[in-house]
């Protein structure tokens, strides 16, 4: 069974600096797709990136890029020159390419901006 | 972009009643909606996936009977939480799938009092 690991449940950083939030999975599979997706108070979800596994280019959204390492299944989600809106929580989350149904989804970091 | 409206936002109930949830599909066809439960500061973990003129797919441990779901139509699928606890106080979430991913609704926060 495929799971998504995010080992930073919060994560703080001062505004229009750099952060990275980590996200590794494990899954028997070649081809899936991996996503970030951003929770705000209001809790929409909110799809911020997204990276097919067969392609070795890192996905790239503004000031959202992604480090997508296949061999080490590892999908870090790095934010530029942080912003107050970016105060979230982000979900990492995992589907398969065979199957549109389920996405699974890490257990969150909350991200703080510090102004 | 494509938008599933949900409601309501937020509803308090009382112990033992029930409570119905609508996610709407807007401009688009909804055939498959999925069902999610997000506890306070945990993630999303899904319930059940309803398909359009079909029984709903529950996830193990996901009771049947106390969360009925129905999807009716293509732009409307329904999740009824019956005989409501405290317990069942949640954030719940539907989620279709558009051709270019997907789209989320804006959650129902549900309190039983």
């Known amino acids: 069974a495929q799971t998504v690991t995010q080992s930073q449940p919060e994560m703080s950083v001062q505004e229009a600096e750099t952060v990275t939030l980590s996200c590794t999975y494990d899954t028997s599979e070649s081809d899936y797709y991996l996503f970030w997706y951003k929770q705000p108070p209001s809790r929409q979800m909110i799809l911020v990136i997204r990276?097919?596994?067969?392609?070795?280019q890192n996905a790239t959204e503004n000031r959202f890029s992604v480090n997508f390492q296949k061999a080490a299944k590892s999908f870090s989600l790095k934010i530029s020159d942080s912003q107050l809106g970016d105060a979230a929580m982000y979900f990492c989350?995992?589907?398969?390419?065979?199957?549109?149904?389920?996405?699974?989804f890490g257990s969150g970091t909350r991200l703080s901006i510090r102004p | 972009g494509a938008v599933v409206s949900q409601h309501p936002s937020w509803v308090i109930c009382k112990s033992g009643t029930s409570v119905k949830i609508e996610c709407r599909s807007l401009d688009f066809q909804a055939t498959t909606m999925f069902w999610y439960r997000q506890f306070p500061k945990q993630s999303l973990m899904l319930m059940a996936t309803s398909n359009e003129g079909s029984k709903a797919t529950y996830e193990q441990g996901v009771e049947k009977d106390k969360f009925l779901i129905n999807h009716a139509s293509l732009t409307l699928s329904t999740l009824t939480v019956t005989s409501a606890h405290p317990e069942d106080s949640s954030f719940y979430i539907c989620r279709a799938t558009v051709y270019y991913g997907y789209t989320f609704g804006s959650g129902t926060r549900l309190t039983v009092v």
């Open positions: 989350a995992y589907r398969s390419a065979s199957s549109a149904s389920k996405i699974i």
């Open positions: 990276q097919e596994a067969y392609k070795q």
